[in-house]
């Protein structure tokens, strides 16, 4: 779980970002079984806030065929998530400095 996982992705260098559909199923953040996944490039030339939108396309798609299936009375197929969590928090300012040395813009 990361707050502001784009910008972290970004930082990182990471040439995927996505989203994650899943279960709640504790008081634990972003623990529950997985129903859908998806991803797309991450396009270090745009800014932080062009990212992050771009994944609303493919996660409004996930949630809107998983509501389909709930309203036809089917089941939700998911998976355990695999590997061990990783947390980051809210960016700190060397953090957002690191970001603009590397060109990046949030906005």
Avoid at 90 to 97: G, K, R, S, T, V
């Amino acid at each position: 779980m990361a707050k502001m996982a784009t910008f972290w992705a970004m930082l990182n260098e990471e040439k995927l970002i996505g989203t994650c559909l899943h279960f709640i199923q504790d008081k634990q953040i972003d623990s529950g079984e997985i129903i859908q996944q998806s991803s797309i490039a991450t396009d270090n030339k745009k800014s932080y806030l062009h990212n992050v939108l771009q994944l609303y396309f493919s996660g409004i798609d996930s949630m809107a065929a998983a509501v389909n299936k709930l309203s036809l009375h089917q089941r939700l197929e998911s998976n355990p998530q695999q590997g061990d969590p990783v947390y980051y928090g809210f960016p700190h300012e060397e953090h957002l400095q690191a970001f603009k040395n590397k060109g990046f813009r949030l906005f």
